[in-house]
């Protein structure tokens, strides 16, 4: 028997995201029912009630809110940009921690026009402006590497070792990682960084899904656990070996699953956890 297969559901988190079509109180019941024990919200999904309400209506079912998504896109080409940016991060603070959120994940941000190294240290310096805020709110931060085609738009860190570099250098204990499988699977030092992030003590979220082979579209057909290439349940076994006992988050950006009915989807996301995580 592999005893590192998952039977049971007391780690599994599900993000807001993954059940798009829901609304947040939609998605909060059916968690309830349906035994998920945490929550992962997205900013989006808090519409028409105020954070702390939400965050109440969340506990009021037994949940735990795991995190809050998203923060970061610092680098931007003009002061005004980067300015505008450490705001909406603080606000995103704020929000969390009414909320009820510990962590925010950070999708750091990239942007044509700014090279690699320049966003990076972007990125640092803006990380760097917030953490005061972030302490002070007891909310901890999170940089989510995020695969190298994203590296243009969407984020110039790119690799656990970029993650953990910047981390090292930040030098701050609210600052840490979020590895997530999509984006980190095809790494053949991914197993080496992890060990050296949880040394670090800043290994703070793990995020799991597939990767599907052909895929449809890089950022909306995540697939399924079970349903694509990466090996998970071995990842997860790197995770674990550091001693890391947080949720593993199930994330997925799917326009083919967001068309089924969520009921069902809910239902084959907890089979594929036990089966494929």
């Given at each position: 028997?592999?005893?590192?297969?998952?039977?049971?559901?007391?780690r599994?988190?599900?993000?807001?995201?993954?059940?798009?079509?829901?609304?947040?109180?939609e998605?909060?019941?059916?968690?309830?029912?349906?035994?998920?024990?945490?929550?992962?919200?997205?900013?989006?999904?808090?519409?028409?009630?105020?954070?702390?309400?939400?965050?109440?209506?969340?506990?009021?079912?037994?949940?735990?809110?795991?995190?809050?998504?998203?923060?970061?896109?610092?680098?931007?080409?003009?002061?005004?940009?980067?300015?505008?940016?450490?705001?909406?991060?603080?606000?995103?603070?704020?929000?969390?921690?009414?909320?009820?959120?510990?962590?925010?994940?950070l999708?750091?941000?990239?942007?044509?026009?700014?090279?690699?190294?320049?966003?990076?240290?972007?990125?640092?310096?803006?990380?760097?402006?917030?953490?005061?805020?972030?302490?002070?709110?007891g909310?901890?931060?999170?940089?989510?590497?995020?695969?190298?085609?994203?590296?243009?738009?969407?984020?110039?860190?790119?690799?656990?070792?970029?993650?953990?570099?910047?981390?090292?250098?930040?030098?701050?204990?609210?600052?840490?990682?979020?590895?997530?499988?999509?984006?980190?699977?095809?790494?053949?030092?991914?197993?080496a960084?992890?060990?050296?992030?949880?040394a670090?003590?800043?290994?703070?979220?793990?995020?799991?899904?597939?990767?599907?082979?052909?895929?449809?579209?890089?950022?909306?057909d995540?697939?399924?656990?079970?349903?694509?290439?990466?090996?998970?349940?071995?990842?997860?076994?790197?995770?674990?070996?550091?001693?890391?006992?947080?949720?593993?988050?199930?994330?997925?950006?799917?326009?083919?699953?967001?068309?089924?009915?969520?009921?069902?989807?809910?239902?084959?996301?907890?089979?594929?956890?036990?089966?494929?995580?």
């Amino acid at each position: 028997m592999d005893t590192n297969q998952l039977t049971d559901f007391s780690r599994l988190c599900i993000h807001t995201i993954t059940h798009k079509p829901w609304s947040l109180k939609e998605t909060t019941d059916a968690f309830a029912r349906e035994g998920v024990p945490g929550i992962t919200v997205w900013r989006d999904a808090v519409k028409d009630m105020t954070h702390e309400d939400a965050g109440k209506m969340i506990r009021d079912k037994g949940l735990d809110i795991v995190s809050y998504c998203r923060g970061g896109f610092f680098p931007g080409k003009t002061e005004a940009e980067r300015a505008a940016a450490i705001a909406d991060n603080e606000k995103c603070i704020d929000e969390a921690a009414a909320i009820g959120a510990p962590l925010i994940v950070l999708v750091v941000g990239a942007a044509p026009g700014i090279s690699l190294p320049e966003a990076r240290q972007q990125i640092a310096d803006g990380i760097r402006a917030v953490l005061p805020r972030a302490r002070d709110k007891g909310v901890k931060l999170a940089i989510e590497p995020l695969h190298p085609m994203y590296a243009a738009e969407r984020s110039a860190v790119n690799s656990m070792k970029q993650a953990n570099d910047m981390c090292e250098a930040i030098a701050d204990d609210h600052c840490g990682v979020a590895v997530d499988v999509y984006h980190l699977w095809w790494d053949d030092m991914l197993k080496a960084e992890i060990e050296r992030c949880a040394a670090l003590d800043k290994l703070f979220a793990f995020h799991i899904c597939d990767w599907r082979s052909p895929t449809e579209d890089f950022l909306l057909d995540r697939g399924l656990m079970g349903e694509g290439v990466i090996n998970i349940r071995e990842i997860r076994s790197w995770v674990e070996a550091t001693g890391y006992t947080g949720y593993n988050e199930v994330e997925i950006f799917s326009n083919r699953w967001w068309n089924e009915d969520q009921n069902k989807f809910l239902d084959q996301i907890k089979e594929a956890y036990l089966k494929h995580s």
